[in-house]
């Protein structure tokens, strides 16, 4: 029995929802964003294999999720069985930014990072009430729209995916509901300092820990506001300083927070070490300050320099000068002068504003396509030569399922035999473009690679990530890959960068790029 074509972009299920971007594959299941024809809207659809023995749990779980209707938690829209050997839940869009992206850049501010994990907080205790357990709550987790408004994603999905035939009893429940209250609390750790407690997760750095015990948010980032501060340690102290009341409830912790301050004075007693730079602070003998009132003082003699009408500056001098020259017929001629060079600016602006409106780099107006690509080289940054193999690189854009750009065979490890980080190649749009998404085709399975683009205004091939920014990462890829960006995306040159290439031989890994397809507009 021959086995059925995998599911790929461009698929149209149930005669309604076409596939369109793979977003995520993990146990056993895969996110795809896809169009809805018949209510002209994009939804988000899970899926996983109807011969998979969880299938059935799998739609009971999202049922059961339907109870829980704040609308911070992504709807559940419709619920599919054994469609092309797939069981489908069909959730709402949310064109929103994970937060640990954001994280990745810096830390919230104090009052934003209090709001957002207040929101996360209400929305949780309102699934709670419902006996609905989250499980597995991370900054990936949490969506940021443009508005300001908050999403939560993945309610159930834990349970769903859990092994076939597990009952549930009251203690276990009980954990599952103190494990979301610990991850609201690392959730609030992050906000405030782009570290996650316990281990390296969504790409944000282990938070330190001093003797066995995790550092309060304001010891490692100065600023942290003392009330949010106290809050998170009431969370996740164990027990927490001072001998202040453990918060064990979600809606608790949403409480606290919205009546949180923002502290006028930012003075701790028990400062961060990580800003140190003046010698004073660092000095073990003390420094005597002097006390009493200030000694008297008789009155100088005569004026102080100190009080004397400062010199004329460099324009002051020009606008004398100026007012001199105005004085009989050099007056008339720099007169002249100066509105001719006053009209002079008006038209160069005029000129200017109606060529930039001609000459747009990219109309907004038009629809998406197929972007051409200039030119494509090789991209190895961390090689000894610099380059691998750039002779293949045109193979990706020719059309040509057959051929492509491969890179070195590396041996004993997926990871590029441990010898650099990544490798791959870099597409030339040939100006500033906006680009929406990438279709990606590879040779052989599983191969990790991630996104990167420069400014629009580069004119030099990358050479090296320096001033390059990654604007997508996609784990265990298949050979059909299509990436999604983010809205409004500018850029002239876009890296495809292989961070783990899949096996050919015993021993022996190679990468291999067979085909690229960009989109947006230009």
């Not at 029995?1 to 790929?8: C, F, I, N, T, V």
């Amino acid at each position: 029995m021959s086995e059925r074509r995998p599911l790929a972009s461009g698929d149209v299920l149930a005669h309604r929802y076409e596939l369109q971007d793979l977003v995520t594959e993990k146990l056993g299941s895969t996110t795809w964003r896809a169009h809805d024809k018949v209510l002209n809207r994009n939804v988000g659809i899970e899926m996983i294999s109807s011969a998979d023995p969880r299938a059935n749990h799998f739609l009971s779980a999202a049922r059961e999720s339907t109870a829980v209707t704040d609308p911070r938690f992504l709807r559940v829209l419709d619920l599919i069985e054994d469609e092309q050997q797939h069981h489908l839940v069909i959730r709402e869009w949310a064109r929103a930014f994970p937060l640990d992206q954001l994280l990745a850049q810096s830390p919230l501010p104090n009052r934003r990072a209090a709001t957002v994990v207040a929101e996360v907080a209400e929305a949780l205790a309102a699934a709670h009430e419902h006996g609905v357990y989250h499980r597995r709550l991370t900054p990936h987790q949490v969506m940021l729209k443009q508005s300001g408004a908050v999403r939560v994603v993945g309610l159930g999905v834990a349970t769903a995916l859990s092994p076939v035939g597990r009952q549930d009893s009251l203690t276990d429940l009980q954990a599952y509901e103190q494990l979301d209250v610990q991850a609201i609390g690392k959730l609030l750790y992050a906000c405030l300092t782009s570290r996650w407690p316990g281990a390296h997760v969504d790409g944000l750095r282990a938070a330190p820990t001093e003797h066995g015990r995790l550092l309060r948010p304001r010891q490692v980032r100065a600023g942290v506001s003392r009330d949010i501060d106290t809050t998170c340690d009431r969370i996740l102290g164990t027990p927490p300083r001072h001998h202040a009341p453990p918060l064990r409830k979600a809606a608790d912790i949403a409480r606290t927070l919205r009546l949180s301050g923002e502290d006028d004075d930012l003075f701790d007693d028990q400062p961060s070490l990580a800003g140190l730079s003046s010698p004073d602070l660092l000095r073990l003998d003390p420094v005597i300050v002097p006390g009493g009132p200030p000694p008297g003082l008789e009155p100088p003699r005569r004026r102080p320099k100190a009080y004397d009408p400062a010199p004329p500056t460099t324009l002051q001098r020009g606008k004398l000068r100026a007012r001199r020259a105005a004085k009989g017929d050099r007056g008339l001629v720099l007169l002249g002068i100066i509105g001719a060079l006053l009209l002079a600016t008006v038209l160069a602006f005029l000129v200017g504003r109606s060529t930039n409106d001609s000459a747009s780099p990219v109309d907004r107006a038009s629809p998406s396509r197929v972007l051409p690509v200039q030119r494509v080289v090789d991209f190895d940054p961390q090689g000894e030569d610099g380059s691998e193999n750039p002779e293949q690189a045109k193979r990706t854009i020719d059309g040509n399922m057959r051929t492509g750009w491969q890179s070195a065979t590396y041996l004993g490890s997926a990871e590029l035999g441990g010898l650099k980080d990544g490798v791959g190649i870099v597409l030339d749009l040939g100006g500033p473009r906006e680009v929406d998404s990438l279709r990606i085709r590879l040779a052989g399975r599983p191969t990790d690679f991630s996104i990167y683009t420069s400014s629009p205004t580069a004119t030099k091939t990358p050479k090296t990530l320096t001033g390059l920014r990654r604007v997508a990462v996609l784990d265990k890829a298949g050979t059909d890959s299509s990436v999604s960006l983010q809205s409004g995306l500018l850029t002239r040159y876009v890296v495809v960068w292989l961070r783990s290439v899949p096996e050919i031989e015993p021993g022996r890994f190679r990468g291999e790029i067979r085909e690229v397809v960009v989109r947006g507009q230009s």
